[in-house]
């Protein structure tokens, strides 16, 4: 068998939160430029309409806040109206913050556990449930980050919160394995899009970019490979992993 057959999508039936820019976006267009159909879900409609032109018939715009239960419910019927049950799930949403612990409100704190810890669960359960009642089979692909593993300053909320996806992750592909649904992560270091380019172009980021061993951010095509994996049939032996994709940055930190 050869590559293009190993991480063929045909068929599969996608939804990715946070497709509206960034990374997201990204994962759309790769999962549908192998095959598969893709419910973009985001709040800016404007923008996954736009990106929903760009990609075709293989895709389909929805709105929805992946912090409103009733809202998400509301986009897998949409998705599986337009496409049939998703069996892929990207869940990539997520905010960030720069405020020290000490400074952080408790409506900051909420705002990003709600997105980036909370949401992430309950997508993922919406998903299973409906996968495990057509008895289909999938994949749940969490957007973690290396910060689910170290600390940094300013980002305690965000760094939590990864961590929580990581260790979530590994619960529910216990529980869901059985039923042939893998659930992974994927853990990025630093990437520059639409959310952080200001900074990462900055003097803060010429720092940061010194202790990243490859010596660059991360850039688009970067998380392609490892996010087909996780997604297709080249990884049906993988479950409750989570791939670091940082350029070297842990090894690094780590020695």
């Known amino acids: 068998m050869n590559a293009a057959q190993i991480f063929d999508l045909t068929g599969r039936v996608a939804l990715v939160t946070g497709a509206s820019s960034g990374l997201g976006a990204r994962f759309a267009q790769v999962l549908a430029a192998n095959g598969a159909s893709v419910a973009l879900v985001a709040r800016r409609l404007e923008r996954i309409q736009q990106l929903q ?12 806040d992946v912090t409103d239960r009733a809202s998400m419910k509301r986009a897998f019927d949409a998705a599986e109206k337009a496409f ?29 556990l709600d997105t ?6 309950f997508c993922a359960q919406e998903a299973s ?18 910060l689910g593993f170290g600390v ?16 979530m ?24 899009t639409e959310i952080n380019h200001d900074y990462l172009a900055g003097p803060h980021g010429a720092t940061l970019k010194r202790e990243v061993p490859v010596g660059r951010f ?35 930190l780590r020695g």
């Open 53 to 64: 032109q760009r990609i075709g018939p293989r895709a389909v715009a929805i709105e929805g």
């Open 84 to 112: 049939g049950i998703v069996d892929l799930l990207v869940n990539n949403a997520g905010v960030a913050h720069a405020n020290r612990a000490i400074d952080l409100t408790e409506a900051d704190w909420r705002r990003v």
């Open 116 to 121: 980036n810890l909370d949401a992430v669960f």
């Open 129 to 146: 449930r409906r996968m495990l009642a057509a008895n289909k089979p999938g994949a749940i692909v969490n957007i973690a980050s290396v």
């Open 152 to 167: 940094a300053k300013g980002v305690a909320a965000y760094s939590v919160a990864k961590a929580g996806v990581i260790q």
């Open 169 to 192: 992750t590994k619960a529910l592909a216990l529980e869901l394995a059985f039923k042939g649904i893998r659930v992974n992560a994927l853990a990025p270091g630093w990437f520059d």
């Open 218 to 252: 991360g850039a688009d095509g970067d998380l392609d490979g490892p996010l087909l994996l996780l997604a297709s049939q080249a990884g049906s032996y993988i479950t409750g992993a989570t791939i670091v994709v940082d350029g070297g940055q842990m090894v690094a």
